[in-house]
T-cell receptor, first 117, second 114 residues
Framework: EAGVTQFPSHSVIEKGQTVTLRCDPISGHDNLYWYRRVMGKEIKFLLH????????ESGMPNNRFLAERTGGTYSTLKVQPAELEDSGVYFC???????????????FGPGTRLTVT | AQSVTQPDIHITVSEGASLELRCNYS??????LFWYVQSPGQGLQLLLKYFSGDTLVQGIKGFEAEFKRSQSSFNLRKPSVHWSDAAEYFCAGVSKTSYDKVIFGPGTSLSVIP
């Protein structure tokens, strides 16, 4: 079974440019999460999709960040315009529907390292 | 509020020495608990997880962790550290019963002296 995949693995852009990160969750996982770790800080939650709906976006830092999950499959996270403080590693995770006998375990992707210069 | 704390920001050990990384959690009910490792330039790798049952959990790379409800702790241990273990280690928790976000501790950076 394929794990969570993220693309690109590394992106270097200039301040003011736009970058789009992509996450492909494990097939059948309705829940998709975005997290990020900016330099020297903790890994922080950004938002949570259930299928195509945003369940919780309390962690989104500002309106320069836009996350979508059209069709409830893969998700994109767009940063526009990028600022220096957006540099860090962006992780995606997915989990299956919470049903009797299942566990709320989130499976993490390898992350996208974003560098804004 | 839910939280995961790691009291040690940075630890240095000699290769071959034993290691213990501390983790405490604060949740309304015992969460699922995890330890992740992030090596330089790499993503998050799951070392081990605790859901229920046996309080001593074995993981990959020779790591183990012990869940202690009375102390709200989930400390990570390794009997003999290798130079390749130098990395950042994150303790994390997630609610058992809701689609809640994973809450990560601040991380402990491990340096290994040859």
């Amino acid at each position: 079974e394929a794990g969570v995949t993220q693309f690109p693995s590394h992106s270097v852009i200039e301040k003011g440019q736009t970058v789009t990160l992509r996450c492909d969750p494990i097939s059948g996982h309705d829940n998709l999460y975005w997290y990020r770790r900016v330099m020297g800080k903790e890994i922080k939650f950004l938002l949570h999709f259930v299928k195509e709906s945003k369940q919780d976006e309390s962690g989104m830092p500002n309106n320069r960040f836009l996350a979508e999950r059209t069709g409830g499959t893969y998700s994109t996270l767009k940063v526009q315009p990028a600022e220096l403080e957006d540099s860090g590693v962006y992780f995606c995770a997915s989990s299956p529907p919470l049903a009797p006998g299942t566990r709320n375990e989130q499976y993490f992707g390898p992350g996208t390292r974003l560098t804004v210069t | 509020a839910q939280s995961v704390t790691q009291p040690d920001i940075h630890i240095t050990v000699s290769e071959g020495a034993s290691l213990e990384l501390r983790c405490n959690y604060s949740y309304g009910a015992t969460p699922y608990l995890f330890w992740y490792v992030q090596s330089p330039g790499q993503g998050l790798q799951l070392l081990l997880k605790y859901f229920s049952g046996d309080t001593l959990v074995q993981g990959i790379k020779g790591f183990e962790a012990e869940f202690k409800r009375s102390q709200s702790s989930f400390n990570l241990r390794k009997p003999s550290v290798h130079w390749s273990d130098a990395a950042e280690y994150f303790c994390a928790g997630v609610s058992k019963t809701s689609y809640d976000k994973v809450i990560f501790g601040p991380g402990t950076s491990l340096s290994v002296i040859p």
